[in-house]
């Protein structure tokens, strides 16, 4: 009777670990996928780890590592590989824990280094020759157009010389050329923030 409980429990979290596992497996793709496809990593430097897709991938590869051995442990029925595997899902469960308090402590730090990035991208927009840095113009013109915002502030950061990535109406040819006037700082702020919290 001990035994076939042992098996039921054996089985019930073969199978749940599995489910983690595959959930992991799942992240870091869905995470390569964000980080080959997104157009902001450019313009954001300062806390590139923390980057949604960056995160999604170094999440989704800890939980599938350690799922794997949840798995190997249950089916072995190994102890030493059972204590390690809750040993660090404790210590990941602290680890989050850790890191949500610092992103509310730190929240106006970040803001700035978020605030400063972008401007610093804008300069370099804004200084480039027609060839030169062309990924950080094509991402900042992407992020314009997505999020239909213009410049960090607002349209008055291009100081006149608004690309047409800020432009609301087509054809954008026209004279006085029509700009979105909300800036990019707050939107891509939300943005983050909000695919960031999701993560956790």
Not at 32 to 47: A, C, K, N, P, V
Not at 55 to 80: Q, S
Request: glycine share 6%.
């Amino acid at each position: 009777m001990n035994r076939t409980r042992v098996n039921c429990l054996k089985g019930v979290v073969t199978f749940l670990n599995f489910i983690c596992w595959l959930c992991g497996a799942f992240i870091v793709g869905f995470g390569e996928f964000q980080m080959m496809r997104s157009r902001f990593g450019s313009l954001i430097t300062s806390f590139w780890p923390l980057y949604p897709a960056n995160t999604l991938t170094i999440t989704g590869t800890i939980v599938t590592c350690v799922c794997y051995l949840g798995i190997m442990g249950a089916l072995k029925e190994n102890r030493c590989m059972l204590i390690t595997f809750f040993i660090l899902l404790f210590i990941l469960m602290l680890v989050e824990l850790a890191m949500a308090c610092v992103f509310l402590v730190y929240e106006r730090e970040i803001d700035t280094f978020f605030e400063k990035d972008l401007m610093r991208s804008l300069e370099t927009y804004k200084n480039s020759t027609s060839e030169g840095n062309l990924t950080i113009k094509e991402d900042f013109d992407v992020v314009q157009h997505i999020f239909r915002c213009c410049g960090v502030h607002g349209v008055a950061d291009w100081e006149g010389n608004v690309p047409l990535s800020c432009c609301t109406k087509n054809p954008c040819n026209i004279i006085p050329q029509p700009n979105w006037q909300e800036g990019c700082h707050k939107k891509l702020r939300n943005w983050f923030a909000h695919n960031f919290l999701c993560l956790f």
